[in-house]
C-alpha cells in the first residue's frame, strides 16, 4: 500500500506540471501558524474555520514570507534560515523541493516497557504551480520509531498496529515490541479557474471549526482520499466534500484490501458581519458495499446543493446522518468566541424528560482564543470545553459509524467524555514556548457491554435504555500538561529544535492511578497535526 500511494503522488506530480502558489493550501501545524494572528483579526472578515486555509486568500491579508524572514546576504544561509533547499520559478512555471525531518530522542518515567524512545524520519516536500490557477503538493516521510511510553499503549489499543494519525507500521527487530516501520504520504492537485471557486484532489486531512478540537470533522485520523470543491460568493464560504475511508475492523490477510466506506460533507460559513460568523454543517456516511452488494459511490449525494438527511430518508439506506451548527463571535476585534453543536438522533419530548434516553445522541463545543494577551504582543492564550454524550458518532455498522482506519474522525476520545483543553502560547522572534493543560472524563465499556464509548461497537446493542450519562460505566478521569521550547531555524517547512516535556495521569476504580512523564528533544518539519493527547 504504501508503494502505491507513493506511485499515485508521483503520478499526481508528474500530471500537475503538464497543467500557482496562488491555490496552494497551506499547512495547519497548532504551534507554528504564523498567520493566525492576521486572519483572526475582525477586519480581515476571514473564513477561519474551514482549514487548510488557502494561500492565495491568506496573502492577502498578510504576506506570509515576510512575518519571521531573518536578513541575510549569503545564498546559503538564506536557505538555511528562510526558503526551499531547491528553489526555481521561471516564466509561471514555479517548484521547490524540501527535505522532512523527525529525528527524536525521548526518556520516560513511569511507563512499564523500556525507558528510551526514539523517532526516526525522512522524507521529502515538493510544491509546484504553473500560473495562477493550478498549483500541486507531494510529500512522502519513511519512519522507523520506538514507542517506549504511554503512546505505544495506544497504538496497542487502536490494533492493526495503527500510528495515531499515520497509519499502521510494521514491528522490526527482535526483542523491542514496541519498534513501528511505518510511511506517510499526501498529495493534492489543486484548481482554481476564477476567484469564485477551487477545486481540490488529494490525499490527505481536512478540518472544520476553529478549535483545538472539532466535533464536525477533524484531522485526528489517517489520510483518505478525497475530492472538494470550495465556492466563495459575497461573504459565504461553502465547502463540498467527498471521501472514502477505510475500515480496519474486519481482520483480512497483509496484502488485502481494507472495507470501504464513504462520507459527503457539506459545510457552510457566513460572516454574517465583521465580528459575527455562522456555519452549517451536515454529513453522511454509508458502506462501500453489504453482504450482497457492492454499493460504491452512491450518485444521491453528488448534488452540491442538495439537503443530505432528507435525501438519506428518501432512498430508504442505513446511512449514518449527522448535521451541526457553529459560529465565532470576535469582540474588540481580537476576542475570539467560538463553539459547535453536533447532532446525531434527537427526540425533543426524551430530552424534556431528563431521563437520559440513550438515543439522545449530541455533542458541544465552547472555546475562547485571544492573541496579544494584555497587549503583550505574541502572548496568546486558547481555551475550550467539550462535551459529547453517549454513543454520539456510532452506527449499527463499523461501516458506517464516524471513524476512519480505527480512529474518529471528529474528537479522539469518541463519545461519552467531557474535556477541558487550554493553551498558553508565546514567542520571542524565532523562539516558540507553548504550555498546555487538559483535563477529561470519559465512560467505558467492557467486551459485554455497551454504555456508549465505543463507536465501533454497534449502537443497537445498548446496555440501558435510559439514565445514560457522561462517564458510565466506570468513570476513567485523565490529565495531560505538557511545555514545550522550540527555535524555529526554516519557517518555510517549520524546521524547528524542540525539548518537551509531558506529564500524563489515567485513573479509575479498577486501573488504580497510571503516572507516566516523558521528555523528549528532537529537530523536525512540523507541518502536519498528529496528536499524542490521549
Do not use: C
Amino acid at each position: 500500500m504504501q508503494k502505491a500511494v507513493l506511485l499515485i503522488s508521483l503520478l499526481i506530480f508528474n500530471i500537475s506540471l503538464l497543467v500557482s502558489q496562488e491555490s496552494h493550501s497551506i499547512h495547519q501545524n497548532h504551534m507554528f501558524r504564523h498567520y493566525d494572528r492576521y486572519v483572526y483579526n475582525a477586519d480581515a472578515r476571514f473564513h477561519t474555520s474551514v482549514k487548510p486555509f488557502q494561500m492565495r486568500q491568506v496573502e492577502a491579508v498578510v504576506n506570509t514570507d515576510s512575518i519571521y524572514r531573518r536578513e541575510v546576504k549569503n545564498k546559503f544561509w538564506d536557505i538555511v534560515w528562510n526558503r526551499s533547499l531547491v528553489q526555481f520559478n521561471k516564466s509561471g512555471f514555479a517548484f521547490t523541493v524540501d527535505p522532512l525531518v523527525n529525528f527524536e530522542f525521548g526518556k520516560s518515567s513511569g511507563s512499564p516497557h523500556e525507558k528510551n524512545s526514539w523517532i526516526n524520519t525522512r522524507g521529502v516536500l515538493i510544491n509546484a504551480s504553473i500560473g495562477e490557477k493550478f498549483s500541486m503538493s507531494t510529500s512522502f516521510y519513511e519512519n522507523q520509531a520506538s514507542f517506549n511510553d504511554y503512546r505505544y499503549e495506544r497504538i496497542d489499543a487502536l490494533g492493526w498496529d495503527v500510528i495515531p494519525g499515520q497509519g499502521h507500521g510494521k514491528q522490526f527487530g527482535d526483542s523491542l515490541k514496541t519498534t513501528r516501520d511505518y510511511a506517510f504520504a499526501e498529495a493534492y492537485i489543486s484548481y482554481s479557474p476564477n476567484k469564485y471557486f477551487n477545486l481540490q484532489f488529494g490525499h490527505g486531512k481536512n478540518f472544520f471549526g476553529d478549535g483545538y478540537r472539532s466535533l464536525f470533522l477533524s484531522d485526528n485520523s489517517f489520510n483518505y482520499p478525497y475530492f472538494k470543491i470550495t465556492t466563495d460568493v459575497w461573504n459565504i464560504k461553502y465547502v463540498n466534500l467527498w471521501a472514502q475511508f477505510q475500515d480496519l475492523t474486519t481482520k483480512y490477510n497483509y496484502g488485502t484490501s481494507f472495507d470501504k466506506k464513504w462520507g459527503s460533507f457539506q459545510y457552510l460559513d457566513w460572516s454574517v458581519t465583521k465580528w459575527l460568523n455562522i456555519s452549517f454543517f451536515e454529513a453522511v456516511i454509508w458502506a462501500n458495499a453489504d453482504s450482497t452488494s457492492i454499493r460504491g459511490f452512491d450518485i444521491n449525494y453528488a448534488n452540491p446543493v442538495i439537503f443530505m438527511r432528507p435525501v438519506e430518508f428518501s432512498v430508504g439506506s442505513p446511512d449514518n446522518a449527522i448535521m451541526g451548527v457553529g459560529g465565532k463571535l470576535t469582540l474588540w476585534k481580537k476576542q475570539v468566541f467560538y463553539g459547535q453543536f453536533i447532532l446525531d438522533e434527537f427526540k425533543f419530548s426524551e430530552l424534556k424528560a431528563g431521563n437520559g434516553w440513550w438515543a439522545n445522541k449530541w455533542g458541544l463545543q465552547l472555546g475562547y482564543k485571544t492573541h496579544d494577551l494584555f497587549n503583550l504582543k505574541h502572548l496568546d492564550i486558547q481555551s475550550e470545553l467539550n462535551y459529547v454524550r453517549p454513543f454520539m458518532y456510532s452506527h449499527l455498522d463499523t461501516k458506517t459509524n464516524y471513524g476512519h482506519y480505527n480512529q474518529p474522525i471528529a474528537h479522539p476520545l469518541g463519545s461519552n467524555f467531557w474535556e477541558s483543553v487550554s493553551f498558553l502560547r508565546y514567542n520571542y522572534k524565532r523562539f516558540f514556548f507553548e504550555g498546555r493543560l487538559s483535563l477529561a472524563v470519559h465512560g467505558s465499556d467492557t467486551v459485554n457491554s455497551n454504555f456508549g464509548n465505543d463507536i465501533w461497537k454497534d449502537y443497537s446493542t445498548h446496555t440501558r435504555e435510559y439514565g445514560n450519562e457522561i462517564g458510565q460505566f466506570e468513570k476513567v478521569n485523565l490529565s495531560y500538561m505538557s511545555l514545550t521550547f522550540a527555535l524555529l531555524v526554516n519557517p518555510s517547512t517549520n524546521l524547528n529544535i524542540y525539548l518537551n516535556y509531558t506529564s500524563r495521569n489515567e485513573s479509575s476504580v479498577s486501573m488504580g492511578n497510571d503516572n507516566q512523564s516523558l521528555i523528549t528533544l528532537g529537530v523536525r518539519t512540523s507541518l502536519s497535526n498528529f496528536y499524542y493527547d490521549f
